[in-house]
């Protein structure tokens, strides 16, 4: 499952067409994984947020369970958008160490 505290990535280099493309080369490699593993994979590659991922697929009513080759392409866009607006979100609310 996903980590819960991990340090939150300051990256300016990856924005949300980044996570798009990753997660488009998941679904075309992988195609009967589980879109959970491969948000894992995403937070694993990139630092996001966890919780904003968590936020992502509530937000979008996904089930993360599901293959990610079964999503449209519509739908993959939405999600990585709202990964990286909820992961921009939780880097603003951090304090600052």
Sequence with gaps: MLDRNPPLSKSPNVDCDTILGYLTARQHLRPHAPLGQA?????????CC???IERALQWLGVDSSR???RL???ELTQL???VHRF??????AAPVR
């Design 67 to 69: 293959a990610i080759g």
């Design 50 to 52: 966890p919780q904003a």
């Design 39 to 47: 948000l894992q994979e995403t937070t694993e590659a990139f630092g």
């Design 87 to 92: 992961w921009q979100q939780a880097i603003a």
């Design 80 to 82: 990585a958008r709202a």
């Design 72 to 74: 449209r392409r519509s």
